[in-house]
């Protein structure tokens, strides 16, 4: 498969770009600039394009003769907190899908967030229930998260046009390396508001993929949350709940067993057959 992976030298990109070339795909990496001493530089299936997504032309024309899709490029937080993140991110998930449509690109793992919950960058964490699911409401007040759940109302409108597509929005939490995040601060204050997510990066790569693989369980445009199934902590997770957020209940039949984290994957493993790694 020719694979695209915009937004090819961030954390994330980088490591579904290794992902891709290790499963033997060809890899193309788009990004607004090149970053050079990446591991994946010189390798004999991957090629950088320095494109600037903003400009649909410039997009669609980065996209050509490609197989499929992962979208990463936009910024990755609130930013200035007025337009930056916000104008950025809509503009370039709307001319990746519209490019890919035009294209007759089926197949596209986009990069949504946890934040499309009210939580981190928020002014408050909004909260109905543990652990959060797909069907909980998503009510940003921020541009970052908001930009996130326009990307996914995006790929809902895009795919009433053209049918033919297929394009996943994954919810990643912190992605992080399984050293880094337990070299973190183990104060549970510090976290509260992102409810001490993470997911491995290796395995939230390995999502990307599952998501564009053939498959009769899903169709059209599908959310995910992509988390570990447990915190960063080691402390009972009931015991953080009643802690910080004793006026959230449990959804009903659901519990909190051990340090288990706050946010039900169990979409993504029946539809994708993702299991955190």
């Known amino acids: 498969m020719k694979l695209a992976v915009t937004g090819c030298n961030g954390s994330v990109g980088q490591r579904v770009v290794l992902l891709g070339l290790q499963k033997g795909h060809t890899v193309v990496g788009i990004d607004h600039r090149e970053v050079p001493d990446l591991e994946f530089n010189g390798h004999p299936n991957f090629t950088f394009k320095e494109v600037d997504l903003r400009e649909y032309d410039k997009a669609l024309e980065a996209l050509r003769g490609v197989d499929a899709i992962v979208q990463l490029a936009a910024i990755r937080t609130p930013e200035d907190y007025?337009?930056?993140?916000?104008?950025?991110?809509?503009?370039?998930?709307w001319n990746i899908f519209r490019a890919a449509a035009e294209l007759g690109i089926k197949r596209i793992a986009s990069a949504s967030s946890v934040n499309v919950i009210t939580l981190v960058w928020s002014q408050g964490p909004i909260l109905d229930y543990f652990p959060l699911d797909e069907d909980h409401p998503c009510r940003p007040d921020e541009p970052y998260g908001l930009s996130k759940l326009?990307?996914?109302?995006q790929a809902e409108t895009i795919i009433r046009r053209y049918p033919f597509m297929r394009i996943a929005?994954?919810?990643?939490s912190w992605s992080l390396s399984t050293s880094f995040k337990n070299s973190l601060s183990k104060n549970p204050e510090k976290r509260k508001n992102d409810l001490w997510g993470w997911v491995e990066e290796d395995s939230g790569a390995e999502a990307f993929f599952l998501a564009l693989e053939d498959s009769d369980k899903w169709s059209g445009h599908e959310a995910f949350f992509i988390t570990a199934p447990d915190t960063m902590l080691e402390e009972s997770s009931m015991g953080l709940?009643?802690?910080?957020?004793?006026?959230?209940?449990?959804?009903?039949g659901k519990r909190l067993v051990g340090n288990q984290g706050f946010f039900d994957c169990s979409k993504a493993e029946r539809l994708?057959?993702?299991?955190?790694k």
């Open 272 to 276: 994708l057959g993702w299991k955190h």
């Open 169 to 172: 929005s994954l919810r990643l």
């Open 241 to 252: 709940k009643e802690r910080f957020w004793g006026d959230v209940p449990l959804k009903e």
């Open 150 to 153: 326009i990307s996914e109302l």
């Open 82 to 93: 007025v337009v930056v993140a916000h104008n950025t991110n809509v503009v370039i998930s």
